[in-house]
Nanobody, 115 residues
């Protein structure tokens, strides 16, 4: 099994910044890719950003130029740096990992953007 532990959610003002972290732990596994999804009230869960161990990245059009995903492979940790936050970015953000032991999800962390 692989456990994903997230941190960094909270309340920020529009235009503010926030950094989310997610660390994968377990034994005898390889992380192929990690990413972030989000789900706002009344909306479907959507992919925000993803990255592979080789460094490839992908972003939703709505966050391009504002969000940056990065990884520390030695720590099995993925980060999501969120800048210029908008009210429409408010959602529960979920970390995900595609690994040699399966596909796993974090518990989710709430991001609220309001004045």
């Amino acid at each position: 099994q692989v456990q994903l532990v997230e941190s960094g959610g909270g309340l920020v003002q529009p235009g503010g910044s926030l950094r989310l972290s997610c660390t994968a732990s377990g034994s005898y596994f390889i992380i192929y890719a990690m990413g972030w999804y989000r789900q706002a009230p009344g909306k479907q869960r959507e992919l925000v950003a993803a990255t592979t161990s080789g460094g490839s990245t992908n972003y939703a059009d709505s966050v391009k130029g504002r969000f940056t995903i990065s990884r520390d492979n030695a720590k099995n940790t993925v980060y999501l740096q969120m800048n210029s936050l908008k009210p429409e970015d408010a959602a529960v953000y979920y970390c995900t990992a595609d690994s040699s032991r399966g596909w796993y999800w974090g518990q989710g962390t709430q991001v609220t953007v309001s004045s």
